[in-house]
């Protein structure tokens, strides 16, 4: 079995999981995926084009210009965070557009899945850092780094930590 292997994500490698749950051909199989990971996407991809494209006003205001250095390196990095989350996310679509008709599809949604859950992790990243930007900004308090940490612990927990603890729990041999 593949490493970090995901059976939900179809490995085209591994057969070991072709009859579980459902009575479908790994066609089907993937075409099923296909469209939840899509699905999926929407929702992450609506999410980081709006924060990127908030993002690339910020630095055309006036204000930008007084902001210290470390807020402004703190953009940049956000920024490009931002610009990394939205090429992982749409990354898919292309994916799929690229080898539509190739009879590939189980490897299609394979790696398009692994691009996805990489676009969730840039995400989580340039929300981590636009939130550090705002608050540090808008407030100069030193509780500021442990309010970040602390939201970040939320995602971590509401975006992997909980759905890994699910699955091992749930999970069948």
């Known amino acids: 079995m593949t490493e970090g292997y995901d059976s939900r994500d179809g490995d085209p490698r591994d057969d070991r999981n072709r ?3 459902r009575d479908e051909t790994e066609e089907e199989r993937a075409d099923r995926r296909w469209g939840e990971l899509i699905q ?13 494209g908030f993002l690339l006003t910020v630095v055309f205001t006036p204000r930008y210009e007084q902001l210290p250095q470390t807020e402004k390196t703190i953009y940049i990095v956000t920024v490009v965070l931002g610009a990394a989350a939205t090429g992982a996310l749409i990354g898919p679509v292309s994916f799929h557009r ?11 949604v394979y790696w398009a899945s692994r691009l996805t859950v990489v676009g969730l992790i840039l995400l989580l990243a340039t929300m981590t ?13 030193e509780y500021v780094p442990w309010l970040v940490g602390s939201v970040l612990v939320w995602y971590l927990l509401c975006w992997f930590a909980l759905p890994a603890w699910i699955r091992r729990r749930h999970h069948t041999e």
């Open 19 to 21: 009859n579980r749950g």
């Open 129 to 141: 850092a636009a939130l550090l930007l705002i608050l540090r900004v808008a407030t100069h308090d």
């Open 40 to 52: 999926e996407v929407r929702v992450a991809q609506t999410g980081v084009q709006i924060l990127f």
């Open 98 to 108: 690229i080898v539509a008709g190739r009879r590939i599809k189980p490897a299609a």
